[in-house]
């Protein structure tokens, strides 16, 4: 018996024991509450103290949350719409403020911290065209949303890290325009490619088709040189041959000319009183 | 919670190693125990209370020590190599234990989280191997992104990390994957946003990967996550898959620039060195037509110089010779026809054409310098004119001219 009534008393008092304390984790923000109303919220990791009943203990988790907003329409400086996707990270900043403002609802907090990004994105975007916003304001607009936003996220009890610009996107039926124009741009190159090698390739065949005229104009003049050079010798040398005695000459050369005009068989008529026929009708002079 | 981080072990800390039992080193693990258990009650707080030393409740205190040891050596736990385990006590972090065998105060107290430290954990942005044999798949929602010259381009990463400190990665951000995979996304699109499209898709990959690389650090280290990012892998960055095409032509295109240039060197090599050898010809022959000429010249002055030679130690003899020679070799090969017109007759009408058809037809007859025969076949001419008109030499086509 005495050993059931000191087991009963051992339980009995560790479960007294754990109802005066509460743990709070690395990851935890707890708020103490006495009676619904918050007596402390500034709970360092670890164990404490609570009466039981009469203190009421909520915890929230302190480790920093995304806001991960849908892709929105906004309108930049020259009215053209962006579809933007962003985040924000945060954390809970005053957790009494988080609790009373937003109930300690994560899911609401993020609505709630939604509206006000949005806001600013759209301040800030209306103030910049599309090539700032996509190269090189990102880091400025970054800053100036941090900077505006914090106040406001203050008041719900939130602290907000960091906000990014995920993606900053053409609509629709701007994209398919300027994938057109890239294409067109490409087209505009590939017909430079095409035309430059052509001209290449015309000059290329003009200078070769000069080569050959030059070279054959060339040889033409230096093989008529050559050939006059021949005529030339020859003549001279015909001409101290033959200039030994004209008359003979004439006389010689007039012979074999005979013969070569009349070697192909053609028809004659001659006088019998020529000199070659001096012996045909008389036998002597 | 989070403790079930992606690609790491997937067991839950709360009964995971906790509880290994079976410990080899039982002296000095009981030592530390002790140390634990006197730090813990000396502070205050023993609601456990084991005192009573009741002589009837001896059982009972085997009991409660008994149920005690157990309890004590639930705290043993095993970290493997490469792994960090990180103790809180009562929620609070107290330290970060090493590979090997350690001791926490059992369950209510102490708990430790495990977490993989050297393992290479990787996300994939913009892509997704698939976990089979799927080739590569694109997202275009994370792939395509606007370049600073307002053109789209389809970027692929694959970022590598490891946990650099096991507290930070636990305690701070609430999923530090998906956390990093937004990052890479701003990171990405903030760095090929500010570079051109050209720079991107060709020279500017290493320098790009290199910005992403430190633009993704800095971010996770403001928030302390607690990671390191090893590498940045490009896997792909190309032009996106509507314009591919167009891209595609513009290199072929410039494939065309040098087959153009290569066809026109073709033709050029096959032109110019046949000129080349039809010039060489040319000059050949001209060389040799002088050649000719010459050699003709000289061959034919020297004959009649030899002749001459001989002309001139009997003139008159040679000459009648060579005449007579000649004018028989010129007759033997005509149709010769001898007109003897003494009459006086102005005009002899010789049918020329019909002369020379017969001829022609039976050309071999040979009448030579006979008369008769030349004669024979012709009718018979009619003397108009009583002149001497026609001379022996007169040739047949002067005739027929007249």
Not at chain 1, 113 to 123: E, M, N, P, W
Not at chain 1, 147 to 161: D, R, S, W
Not at chain 2, 239 to 246: C, G, K, T, Y
Not at chain 2, 296 to 306: C, D, L, P, V
């Amino acid at each position: 018996m005495t050993q059931n009534k000191i087991l009963v008393g051992l339980g009995a008092l560790l479960l007294i024991g754990m109802m005066c304390v509460f743990t709070v984790g690395q990851t935890e923000k707890a708020i103490k509450f006495n009676l619904g109303q918050i007596v402390k919220d500034n709970y360092e990791p670890g164990l404490h103290f609570k009466w039981p009943f009469i203190n009421n203990v909520k915890k929230f988790d302190a480790r920093i949350q995304t806001m991960d907003s849908k892709p929105e329409r906004f309108l930049t400086l020259e009215k053209k719409n962006v579809i933007v996707d962003s985040f924000v990270k945060w954390r809970i900043g005053n957790v009494t403020t988080f609790y009373t403002v937003v109930a300690g609802d994560i899911d609401q907090a993020n609505l709630r911290l939604d509206q006000i990004i949005k806001d600013a994105f759209r301040g800030e975007f209306g103030k910049r065209n599309i090539k700032q916003l996509v190269s090189t304001d990102r880091r400025a607009i970054r800053d100036i949303l941090i900077k505006n936003a914090q106040p406001l996220a203050a008041n719900l009890g939130m602290e907000i890290i960091d906000v990014q610009v995920m993606r900053i996107d053409l609509p629709p039926e701007v994209s398919s325009s300027v994938f057109r124009r890239m294409e067109a741009e490409r087209e505009r190159v590939a017909r430079e490619f095409r035309s430059e090698g052509a001209e290449a390739a015309e000059k290329i065949r003009a200078d070769a088709d000069r080569q050959r005229i030059v070279t054959l104009a060339n040889a033409f003049r230096d093989a008529e040189k050559l050939k006059g050079e021949g005529d030339a010798t020859s003549a001279e040398i015909y001409a101290k041959a033959y200039g030994a005695d004209i008359e003979f000459f004439t006389f010689y050369r007039s012979l074999s000319a005979y013969k070569k005009t009349f070697s192909n068989s053609g028809m004659m008529v001659v006088d019998p009183e020529s000199d070659f026929f001096q012996y045909f009708k008389k036998q002597t002079k | 919670m989070s403790w079930n981080e992606p690609g790491g072990d997937k067991k839950d800390p709360w009964s995971g190693r906790g509880d290994q039992k079976g410990p080899p080193d039982l002296d000095e693990a009981i030592r530390s125990l002790q140390e634990k258990l006197g730090k813990i009650f000396s502070g205050g707080n023993g609601g456990g209370g084991n005192g009573l030393p009741g002589g009837s409740a001896k059982s009972l205190g085997f009991i409660i020590g008994g149920a005690l040891v157990l309890w004590g050596l639930s705290g043993f736990y095993i970290v493997d190599e490469g792994n960090h385990g990180v103790e809180t006590r009562f929620g609070k972090y107290t330290t970060t234990t090493q590979s090997g065998l350690s001791w926490h105060l059992p369950a209510p107290i102490e708990h430790v989280d495990i977490v993989n430290v050297k393992q290479q954990r990787f996300i994939e942005v913009g892509y997704r191997t698939g976990s089979g044999e799927q080739s590569l798949g694109s997202v275009p929602k994370e792939a395509l992104m606007l370049t600073k010259d307002e053109n789209y381009v389809d970027v692929r990463l694959a970022v590598q990390y490891q946990v650099k400190d096991a507290r930070d990665f636990i305690f701070n951000i609430v999923n530090p994957a998906a956390t990093l995979k937004q990052v890479t996304e701003s990171a990405q699109r903030g760095v090929v946003g500010s570079s051109n499209m050209d720079f991107v898709l060709t020279e500017g990959r290493s320098e790009i990967v290199t910005m992403i690389k430190k633009e993704i650090q800095d971010v996770m280290d403001n928030y302390k996550s607690g990671i390191q990012i090893t590498s940045v892998n490009l896997q792909d960055a190309q032009p996106p898959e509507q314009v591919q095409n167009a891209f595609e032509d513009a290199i072929k295109a410039r494939e065309d620039e040098q087959r153009l240039i290569n066809e026109a060197e073709a033709y050029s090599n096959d032109v110019v060195p046949r000129a080349r050898g039809a010039a060489a010809r040319k000059l050949q022959e001209a060389e040799g037509y002088k050649e000719q000429v010459i050699a003709q010249a000289e061959g034919e002055t020297t004959r009649f110089s030899k002749l001459f030679t001989e002309y001139s130690k009997a003139p008159d003899v040679t000459r009648k010779r060579l005449y007579i020679e000649s004018m028989e070799s010129v007759m033997a090969g005509t149709n010769t026809l001898m007109v003897d017109v003494k009459a006086g007759n102005n005009l002899l009408y010789l049918p020329l054409d019909k002369m020379i058809k017969p001829q022609q037809a039976a050309a071999t007859v040979q009448s030579a310098s006979v008369p008769q025969s030349t004669v024979d076949p012709l009718p018979q001419p009619s003397v108009v004119d009583e002149q001497p008109a026609l001379r022996a030499s007169t040739r047949g086509r002067d005739a027929r001219g007249r």
